[in-house]
């Protein structure tokens, strides 16, 4: 079923492709641009895909059934997009690349880990998530966003969002410390 | 000693990078121009196809199918864009054409000086002469153009003979 926001901008999308579009985009491209920048390191490259998901996002839109919500089916074309793009560009790494997103080092299980290296492990470990624990995880923990916040964007229960996320935290230091 | 367990509470995560000022305010305008050229794009591969298609459909049973795609996308857009296509081909068409009369006109007139280097004037009025008249001034030419001193030796020799034998006839 889809969210209250959802079904305004679907609406909308319906009366005026083009209104319903533009509210699209200023609804999630933020969220979408900093899924994308964390897994680039850059903002030029962020650009590049962020337009390419919403050409993608306006030529899929006649075809959407509305059976998911439209964040997570955003996410997931955000997600596989960069994935190719890095997979293509891996040859060709940028000279401007971001900070890392961890600012400090970790010692864990006498193995220290620098910022550099946590922050890799740490968008490594998000890479291996199934996709509702990836999405509830990076929009909990990086946009800091609240369970009810998170519920309008996805259509979820706040319950099952907190489970969702319990289980992502507990495979991520897992995997950390298996590192 | 360091706890295994609330790894993630104890990562300080790092302020976020800068993005260029107004970039997510005109964001939109740059996904609407990128949509709009892959459409032009799209548009002009289209028409390419479909004249393709045009050419190689020749089944009759297929004119209906011929008939929906083609008026389908002939939108006034497209119908400008193969226009300007049309005048492409057509002016590319002329110009080769163009380029290949001069290569023919000179190749024309080379053969044709050829000609007049290797034939003489004379030549050329023979070929307005009737067979008879042709055949006499062969025949009368080829006797005035031995003139070689062999020939004249042997026209004088004959002669001697002859003036020899009719004195030695005259005398008998």
């Given at each position: 079923m889809l969210s209250k926001l959802d079904q305004?901008?679907?609406?909308?999308?319906?009366v005026d492709n083009t209104a319903?579009?533009?509210?699209?985009v200023s609804t999630f491209q933020e969220r979408i641009y900093w899924q994308i920048r964390r897994m680039t390191k850059n903002h030029n490259d962020t650009e590049d895909i962020l337009q390419n998901v919403f050409v993608k996002v306006w030529r899929g839109l006649p075809k959407f059934k509305a059976e998911s919500a439209i964040?997570?089916?955003?996410?997931?074309?955000a997600f596989n997009e960069t994935a190719t793009f890095l997979k293509k560009e891996k040859k060709h790494?940028?000279?401007?690349?971001?900070?890392?997103?961890?600012?400090?080092t970790l010692s864990v299980d006498g193995k220290t880990f620098s910022s550099q290296e946590i922050s890799e492990v740490l968008m490594q470990a998000i890479a291996t998530l199934p996709e509702k624990q990836a999405q509830v995880f990076q929009l909990k923990y990086f946009d800091d966003l609240q369970y009810g916040a998170i519920s309008e964007l996805l259509g979820t229960s706040v319950g099952g969002l907190k489970a969702n996320?319990?289980?992502?935290?507990k495979k991520i230091e897992e995997f950390i410390l298996n590192r | 000693m360091e706890k295994r367990s609330d790894i993630l509470n104890r990562l300080t995560k790092a302020k976020r990078p800068t993005v260029p000022a107004s970039f997510f305010e005109t964001f939109s305008d740059e996904v609407w121009q990128l949509i709009l050229l892959e459409d032009e794009t799209d548009g002009f591969l289209n028409d390419l196809k479909i004249k393709r298609f045009k050419n190689d459909l020749n089944d009759p049973q297929k004119t209906d199918l011929k008939y929906?795609?083609?008026?389908?996308?002939?939108?006034?857009?497209?119908?400008?864009?193969?226009?300007?296509?049309r005048h492409l081909s057509l002016w590319l068409g002329a110009v080769a054409a163009s380029v290949a009369l001069i290569f023919a006109v000179s190749f024309f007139n080379e053969s044709q000086s050829q000609v007049a280097d290797t034939l003489s004037t004379e030549e050329v009025l023979l070929a307005y002469l009737d067979e008879e008249d042709l055949v006499d001034y062969i025949v009368e030419n080829s006797a005035e153009t031995e003139t070689d001193s062999v020939a004249l030796l042997n026209e004088y020799l004959y002669e001697e003979m002859e003036d020899g034998l009719f004195?030695?006839?005259?005398?008998l």
């Open positions: 305004n901008l679907w609406q909308l999308y319906q319903g579009f533009n509210k699209i964040y997570s089916w955003i996410y997931r074309i790494l940028s000279s401007d690349v971001d900070d890392p997103i961890i600012e400090n996320y319990h289980i992502a935290v | 929906v795609i083609v008026s389908g996308s002939e939108t006034p857009e497209r119908q400008k864009k193969s226009a300007t296509i004195e030695y006839y005259e005398n």
